[in-house]
């Protein structure tokens, strides 16, 4: 399920394309302001931004640019009632990917998310080489060296998303909702989250001197191959 971030100041907008994206089988949630946007991201990964341009405080050009200066390469749709040719070249040169105009239909901004996702998609790397491991997901195949390391599914999938954001601590709490997909469940998933955490470190890391499954007490996970991490 996609998860879209709606950066929006008015809030029956935001409300309106909650709902709609909700109802097309997407995870959407709204932040009020670039800043509060800027700040749920460093806790909750998303496939796509819808930004609007006028916000209070930074505006969306600048929230943008902030975006791309930090290396994160989210896709972004921006929504103004700006529609001048110099404005829109503004947008896209700021980083964003696509541009809409307001009022639009919902439908055509539900066209262009998908289109962005897609696009998105395509660019994913297929392998992934982290010192000497090396994670291929097409094949859905793993090695450390030369050794092939036999994964269960879990424990690949728990492996992929850790490569996805190689160098970023990642909480359990990420984990259980990424790759265990639970949000609403009771008890938390530290316990089997750990466990699965554990048998990866083994099949990875052990018999190599250096050590690519790094947790960060306190915190959760990272993988990296900074041994000064471990």
């Known amino acids: 399920m996609p998860r879209i971030l709606i950066i929006e100041d008015d809030p029956k907008t935001a409300l309106a394309l909650c709902a709609g994206l909700h109802g097309e089988g997407f995870d ?6 670039g800043e509060s946007g800027l700040q749920q991201l460093e806790m909750t990964p998303v496939d796509a931004i ?5 916000l209070p405080g930074r505006d969306g050009v600048e929230i943008v640019k ?3 200066a930090r290396g994160q ?11 001048a040719i110099e404005d829109r070249v503004l947008g896209l040169d700021s980083g964003a990917d696509d541009y809409l105009v307001k009022p639009f239909a919902f439908a055509e901004l539900l066209a262009r998310l998908r289109v962005m996702l897609r696009r998105a998609g395509e ?4 392998r ?3 010192a ?5 997901l097409d094949g859905r195949r793993v090695a450390r060296g030369a050794r092939p390391v036999l994964l269960t599914p879990k424990e690949f999938e728990l492996l992929a998303y850790l490569a996805r954001h190689r160098g970023q601590i ?6 259980a909702r990424d790759v265990w997909r639970e949000t609403r469940r009771a008890t938390p998933l530290d316990n089997v989250i750990d466990v699965h955490i554990a048998h990866l470190r083994k099949k990875i890391d052990e018999g190599h001197s250096i050590r690519l499954l790094h947790t960060i007490r306190g915190v959760g996970f990272m993988l990296d191959e900074d041994t000064a991490r471990a």
């Open 28 to 33: 959407a949630m709204s932040s009020a302001t």
């Open 50 to 54: 819808v930004l609007d341009w006028m």
């Open 66 to 68: 902030s975006l791309r």
């Open 73 to 83: 390469h989210t896709p972004v749709l921006l929504l103004t009632a700006r529609d």
């Open 123 to 126: 660019r994913e790397p297929q």
């Open 128 to 130: 992934y080489r982290i």
């Open 132 to 136: 000497d491991l090396l994670l291929d």
């Open 170 to 175: 990642v909480s359990r709490q990420m984990l």
